[in-house]
């Protein structure tokens, strides 16, 4: 239950996170996304998610899809009273709220590939689709039992690398494609810096998913076990750790510059890596995956940048990229490390990307054709907050003149 | 304890949502106040409070007023040292911490419809008396085991909707209506929209207030069961998210315009609506009651503007008029509904109107009309900051010019 | 394990008190600097701390220095697997990471001493060799079993009031004094005012501060008894107010002034006061404690001022003073006041200033000879941010204009 708060407070990580990289005057628009992200993913978790990715599939089924019935009130039933038997020290209302938080998640980091030019109509629309269908049949895949839960060597997600942060990852990469770079992004054909506006805001942010990253793994040792949930803390910890050091390291010898965004997005990288292995892996195994996501984040910005994908947070290269690495390490690293794990888990990040790029495409595309997805020239340049919201983020900030 | 660490923490998303939806020319004063309240009222609540709010009434008595004595010694007494036979698993010192927590908080919603023109001295005088007195008195009543809860039909609040955030409304109420409204609100009778300095503060502060709530529902459920606890955060997070979608959805249909800070007050009237009977009630119950609270707190807001009740933070609306709700709600929906609950919740909600008008109009009055509650016209046009503090919020921000 | 997230999350407590106070143009690089203690102190706390501060002293050893080997393999032994009888309740790895986030605490005190004008190079080889080396053999003296704890009335300090807040504060008071003021702290001898950029960030991380107060002082009964966990919490919070009461209170009568920062920094005063003996206080000693603590707090601010030691954020009264302050009392009040007890906190104060005054001046001294500890004239004046990171806090800040 703890761990459940700490996965809702990552929510106000990522908002900081996303505001701060981007500029003032779209940030009363992304302050919006992620708040209706929040109510309407819960909502919708609670309607249809939590009964589309634990739904029991049948002995025999081919467990890619299976539906549990609509709303929330299994354990109500038989004399209308609470069934309390559900499940020892981990409770059915428990298990709801901690995936309800993380479903949210995967639109959340959409939200900040796709920031300061995207409609908000439309995206609201993909946000209702995606997180409430298409994010919880994947799920269904593996944490409901599903199809690559049923395999010999079953494909390995502790907490979400791929399940979560690949899912949002891919969507993320479409997005990002089909909507095209920000007005001055690109200088015949050079990535420019377009920086955001309050860094401090956006190191909290990081500082915050850290501690989120607390209730997020440690919350994934469903028996709560003190000693596993214990280890799973300092693996989590030391790649966070190693990932920031990295990519700071690999940052100032290619840029000679202290960089604090590269260092920030390390430590994401990181956390994002350890996640699917983190129960399974020796504080060594942390520090070297962790490692690795560093450096690899600081190539994957760069890459990304000069295929002209323009990413504002870089989502994709921390929750893709890192997001691969992670899933694949669990084969490479840890107690499950072995030839067969490492198919087991390839099979895992090819099916997701399957059904990711699929459907966020066939969803976005759909917008992009009919009611159109991005805002227009004048708006995009004039701010989305007084266009959609008609609201300043800092309206009074500069009465107080000196 | 954990519950006691977020209910805190509450005390910071008051903050950041009181000086994000005023001026920056009043932000010192404003956490100045807030730091004053926590820290004054938390002693007040260890010297009499406690004691007051849990008098241990005599059998027979009337169950309006008990003192139990000063200080905090109990459980020492024996041989001088510690008694831990006090509570299986619930300590007395933990009790006292979470309600003197509580406590608090009735002074920082009062702290909130003030600003920006209240006199700091007088401010904290009524805070020393309201939060040292009256506050715990009135909470006797019912989680003291006084007359409300002696009743066939006991009045019942789970966690606060009418004893914490009515007892704070209540007050806000009355000290907005002697204080009067702002300088430059009604112009030729008409309300004028006074926008804050910082509404990623504010946003930040209302998640903030939301995981807080993990703790004041959570926490107040002092057997902590792991099911009757895990199922109250569900319903507390789905009427939040609920309360949150409506308001947005009727201020949107009302006004054109997405509204975020609406968003936000919708996030809240649903979370004080929810908290008289979170442990009440199924999640489909939660989700109508913050609901109906979203759409309250539109009309609400729009009604109090039009009153002349100047409340920048819109805290009348969220904790007083959703606090109201909530606590009818009880008499209404889950697992205690019924003609004869009605009926008492509507006799606890008039007696914490009788008390806290009559207390904090007295209180309020005397100081108006000795020392005066308003600060002058040129120190509300100038900022309080400079007047009472001799600083500003963000002194060097515009050293670092471009 | 909730304590130590609690913990982690005092290091954004101490950004944001440090940025906060200080200006905007050297914001990018106070963040750099917490980013890198955090990561790189917890990457070395595995390598060696750890087994430098338990290093389980041989009988009949001086208890001076041990070292229990490099990594943090040791329960995995005996066939590889994960060794779960380390501590029934507290796991080897709880533990770990329990400390590991106090060890890098001890270098961000120091961090804000020297903010504003110590070069990043020399301040990140001081960082790895004091958290690295000096932190935990210091530590090792008294929780590590050593010396200190050897006596036969041990030397007490129950979380840190001297084993950390003074082992940063007395590194901090060396840093000072070696770096000189910063450019315009004095002029014709007095004292001149520097505000900081963002006082709502500096109260928010004060408040941050006081909730990973929860988890250093109630993660600090080992045993997690609930009672004395709880007591432990009550006289945590009750000597934080009333050292925030009682420095408003001394400063308003000395300045006539309602002066936020030093409200808060009493409160700080009486965390680091009350640390050394939380759990042996009862409430009344908790709040002299703190109430001394509060008043120290104003004496010592200005005291440290008129001495010439720049110290932007009061990081010497705070931690150093207030430090000693809080190790003395347990000599004086609670459970354990004695003579020979007060006696044993002498000699541990005079220990901890031995060895931390030793190697920092030696550590520093050797850096400010070699390669320089102070940037330059011009570098100082225009802001570490553009020339260590290129970077701006705020790069976008202004662009809105109205």
């Known amino acids: 239950m703890i761990c459940t708060a700490l996965v809702f407070f990552m929510h106000m990580g990522f908002a900081f996170l996303e505001i701060g990289l981007t500029r003032q005057k779209n940030t009363i628009n992304i302050l919006f996304k992620n708040i209706f992200i929040i109510t309407v993913g819960l909502l919708l978790y609670a309607l249809v998610g939590f009964n589309l990715m634990y739904p029991g599939f049948a002995e025999g089924s081919s467990g890619i899809f299976g539906f549990a019935g609509f709303g929330l009130d299994s354990p109500l039933t038989a004399e209308g009273a609470l069934d309390l038997s559900y499940n020892e020290g981990y409770t059915y209302w428990t298990d709801f709220l901690f995936q309800g938080m993380f479903a949210a998640t995967a639109a959340t980091i959409v939200s900040g590939a796709v920031a300061e030019r995207i409609k908000i109509g439309p995206f609201m629309i993909f946000t209702i689709l995606y997180v409430g269908l298409i994010y919880p049949i994947a799920g269904s895949w593996k944490w409901g039992a599903g199809f690559l839960d049923m395999r010999e060597t079953p494909f390995y997600d502790f907490a979400g690398s791929t399940l979560v942060h690949s899912v949002g990852g891919w969507a993320a990469l479409v997005a990002v494609w089909l909507l095209g770079s920000r007005i001055g992004k690109y200088k015949d054909g050079k990535p420019q810096a377009i920086p955001g506006h309050n860094i401090p805001l956006a190191t909290a942010g990081v500082l915050i998913l850290w501690l989120g990253w607390f209730g997020?793994?440690?919350?994934?040792?469903?028996s709560a076990d003190p000693a596993l949930t214990s280890?799973?803390?300092?693996t989590t910890c030391l790649a966070a750790a190693a990932g920031g050091v990295v990519a700071a390291l690999v940052s100032t010898v290619m840029f000679k510059n202290l960089d604090l965004t590269m260092f920030l997005n390390g430590?994401?990288?990181?956390?994002v890596g350890i996640t699917a292995g983190a129960d399974q892996m020796s504080p060594t195994d942390a520090i070297i995956i962790g490692a690795v996501a560093g450096a690899i984040i600081v190539f994957a910005v760069s890459l990304i940048d000069r295929l002209?994908?323009?990413?504002?947070?870089?989502?994709?290269?921390?929750?893709l990229v890192c997001g691969i690495w992670g899933t694949l390490a669990v084969g490479l690293f840890g107690e499950l490390a072995s030839g067969a794990q490492f198919v087991s888990q390839l099979v895992g990040v090819g099916s997701y990307a399957a059904i990711c790029i699929v459907s966020s495409f066939v969803i976005l595309y759909i917008l992009k054709v009919t009611v159109g997805i991005r805002v227009s020239e004048k708006e995009e340049l004039e701010g989305l907050d007084g266009h959609e919201h008609g609201m300043d983020a800092y309206p009074d900030f500069r009465m107080n003149e000196h």
């Open 216 to 222: 997020f793994n440690g919350g994934s040792v469903l």
């Open 231 to 234: 280890l799973t803390l300092v």
């Open 267 to 271: 430590i994401l990288g990181g956390l």
């Open 308 to 319: 002209k994908l323009d990413d504002p947070v870089g989502a994709i290269a921390v929750h």
